[in-house]
């Protein structure tokens, strides 16, 4: 996807107010692996990914547990430093080399003295952020994990093909046997 694209789907904006969002915002190029956000820290940089996909994960009691998945055409942004300027608890790894888009979060904030519209924009892309996380929160507690699994398959159904089962089962929370088990049913 290229950047205007990906913009606009959070909010349409008047031409020069979009071009000087995109004059802001640089392509980068980074292998499998890598991290983009560490848990603990301030993150700076917002990103939009272009080609590949990521895991959005945190520690619990030493375990890895899988919060959400971004994919083509979805931001990665720490919501605790992006809207309070505080430290995120998420870390981000890249499950896929990946075409992103980065945005430095303080050029952003200078365009919102500058652009209502730009300011409106970033607004929405926060709003849409909570959205996602109260849709998941809602599915994790009134859905059972077999429901949850279905949500998947319908929502998201390339998802299972690109991601290793262990992260699906994470992201789901429940265990890889269980998982199997929920699999086996659904064939």
């Not at 994919?71 to 430290?87: F, I, T």
Request: some cysteine; glycine content about 4%.
């Amino acid at each position: 996807m290229d950047i205007e694209a990906i913009i606009l789907q959070t909010s349409v904006l008047p031409a020069d107010s979009l071009q000087r969002l995109v004059d802001i915002v640089h392509p980068v190029q980074l292998p499998k692996g890598y991290r983009l956000f560490q848990a603990g820290k301030i993150e700076q940089t917002i990103y939009f990914i272009s080609q590949g996909i990521a895991r959005i994960y945190y520690y619990h009691e030493a375990n890895e547990v899988t919060l959400c998945f971004g994919m083509e055409g979805e931001a990665l942004v720490s919501l605790n430093s992006y809207v309070q300027q505080q430290r995120g608890y998420e870390n981000v790894e890249l499950l896929e080399p990946c075409d992103l888009f980065c945005l430095h979060v303080s050029e952003l904030y200078s365009l919102y003295t500058a652009d209502i519209h730009i300011a409106n924009w970033g607004r929405k892309l926060a709003e849409q952020e909570l959205l996602k996380t109260e849709a998941r929160l809602m599915s994790k507690l009134f859905k059972t994990a077999s429901e949850r699994y279905r949500e998947l398959i319908r929502e998201q159904p390339r998802l299972l093909q690109r991601v290793q089962l262990s992260h699906i089962a994470s992201y789901l929370g429940i265990s890889q046997v269980t998982l199997s088990r929920i699999r086996a049913e659904i064939k």
